[in-house]
């Protein structure tokens, strides 16, 4: 497959103010489907965060002071102007992710658009001001927001992010990830022909040792907002920690997807198969572990190995295309280690495996895996692969299964399925974790999102994402 580079793929320069800076120093940008160069990004020092960090705070003070209702007027215009670029930005996430077609448009580019859509609307309707007995509470802009964007789902995260600061009356520095900085840049150009005002959104793309580490410890920042792995995010809220700046950190999961007695076991397996695999697999908040009655784990097996065995691997240009690759060799060698020494250690491959799927040498290919008959402290259990891996667990009731689902370090997502609503309710009450799911429900994109223990600090996503960029003044008279 040939890919061509794209004039809007090859980008020099970082934005300060309404100002685009040429810089010396870039990073190739690379197809995951191909493993060729699609195009070259600023790379940014330590100097330059300290110029988009100025620029923020200058802007700060009449963004901060400008109504919700022109701030929503920005936001708007912002989504019109996405719209306007949504091919664009698909095909870039496409070749920057290898996401699949389809899950590009709905999973990235329209669900990214729609939270944006969505914090207009809040910047409307939150109020700022609010009575509490004789005192006035006022909910002001908490100032310089950082925001540090990950690989797997750049422009939903950063329309989250960036949304939610802005709506809040935040000025923002963003970080986008390494690998797929392209979409950030067309976020960028968008919100410029939008009229967001110079210095309220400016973009410093480069390494996160460089970059991030500079934005987390900057004392001109008032919140960090980070996603990505665990590891990283102690290192940042430490780094934030030194100055005393927020962090609000969206880390990893290894959610649990509990089927309980009743439930319909094909419906729930299958969901919960395309689940873990979405995105590749490359999603914080997968359904990466399967619970299932004892009595029916040998059928659930069965189902779940069957049906990711029907699930479509090959060119993520392809609108038939269910998974494409991961996001480079080196994510790759890590989740095919992880499935090997799984089945070293005892595991049952049951679908898939760490080997090249036939016909797609190059590219970052994994068949999606199942596996059974681990025991719940293996490794492969408890640690977050980030790729296209299921694990089946069998459970000996529901307080079996709620226990199960909490032996772990993470917290961010979970389901529960059930033909007794009731039941599963009672059961998703007591997992440790940041959403639950009952039966499929759909997505609610302002609902609040984020974890518990090691998934991090915070919520994104609805008021509770704008609220976390605010601080409260109480005015006693």
């Known amino acids: 497959m040939t890919t061509t580079i794209h004039t809007a793929w090859e980008r020099d320069s970082i934005l300060v103010g309404r100002d685009w800076i040429p810089?010396?120093?870039?990073t190739e940008v690379h197809d995951p489907a191909t493993e060729s160069v699609i195009g070259r990004s600023a790379s940014a020092g330590a100097a330059h965060v300290d110029a988009a960090v100025a620029a923020a705070r200058s802007a700060g003070t009449s963004w901060g002071a400008s109504t919700p209702e022109d701030r929503a007027d920005i936001l708007d215009d912002l989504c019109t102007q996405l719209r306007a670029r949504r091919q664009l930005l698909v095909d870039t996430t496409v070749a920057e992710v290898g996401a699949p077609v389809t899950v590009a448009e709905e999973a990235h580019i329209d669900l990214g658009i729609e939270i944006l859509a969505s914090y207009a609307r809040l910047a409307r309707d939150l109020r700022?001001?609010?009575?509490?007995?004789?005192?006035?509470?006022?909910?002001?802009?908490?100032?310089?927001?950082?925001?540090?964007?990950?690989?797997?789902?750049?422009?939903?995260?950063l329309a989250a992010k960036v949304g939610a600061a802005l709506a809040a009356g935040c000025t923002t520095v963003v970080k986008p990830a390494e690998l797929t900085p392209l979409s950030t840049y067309l976020f960028a150009d968008a919100a410029l022909d939008a009229g967001?005002?110079?210095?309220?959104?400016?973009?410093v793309p480069g390494s996160g040792r460089t970059v991030g580490a500079a934005l987390a410890a900057h004392p001109g920042v008032d919140v960090v907002s980070f996603t990505g792995s665990t590891a990283v995010g102690r290192g940042v809220a430490h780094a934030a920690a030194e100055s005393l700046t927020r962090a609000c950190l969206e880390l990893g999961g290894k959610s649990a997807s509990v089927v309980l007695g009743d439930a319909p076991l094909p419906a729930a397996v299958t969901a919960t198969v395309d689940a873990a695999m979405l995105n590749s697999g490359q999603t914080c908040s997968a359904w990466t572990r399967l619970l299932v009655p004892r009595a029916r784990y040998a059928e659930a097996v069965e189902l779940a190995a069957d049906h990711a065995d029907t699930l479509r691997v090959g060119d993520p240009r392809d609108r038939s295309t269910q998974l494409g690759p991961v996001i480079s060799a080196?994510?790759?060698?890590?989740?095919?280690?992880?499935v090997d020494a799984a089945v070293a250690g005892g595991a049952r491959l049951a679908a898939g495996g760490s080997?090249?799927?036939?016909g797609l040498e190059t590219g970052h290919y994994l068949r999606p895996?199942?596996?059974?008959?681990?025991?719940?402290?293996?490794p492969i259990v408890r640690d977050e692969i980030f790729g296209p891996v299921l694990v089946v667990l069998p459970h000996d009731g529901d307080e079996d299964a709620i226990r199960l689902a909490n032996d772990s370090d993470y917290g961010l997502g979970g389901a529960v399925w059930s033909a007794d609503p009731e039941r599963a309710l009672s059961v998703a009450a007591r997992m440790d974790t940041g959403q639950v799911d009952i039966n499929g429900a759909p997505f609610n994109?302002?609902?609040?999102?984020?974890?518990?223990?090691?998934?991090?600090?915070g919520r994104e996503l609805g008021r509770f994402g704008v609220e976390e960029f605010t601080e409260l003044t109480a005015v006693q008279r």
């Open 445 to 457: 994109p302002e609902a609040p999102f984020g974890g518990w223990k090691s998934s991090g600090l």
């Open 196 to 203: 967001v005002p110079a210095g309220v959104l400016n973009l």
């Open 330 to 338: 080196a994510q790759r060698r890590s989740i095919a280690e992880a």
């Open 369 to 378: 895996t199942v596996l059974a008959d681990v025991g719940p402290h293996d």
């Open 23 to 26: 810089v010396t120093e870039c």
């Open 128 to 157: 700022f001001r609010e009575r509490l007995g004789r005192t006035l509470l006022l909910r002001r802009p908490a100032g310089v927001v950082a925001c540090i964007t990950p690989w797997n789902y750049p422009f939903y995260q």
């Open 355 to 358: 080997g090249v799927p036939a």
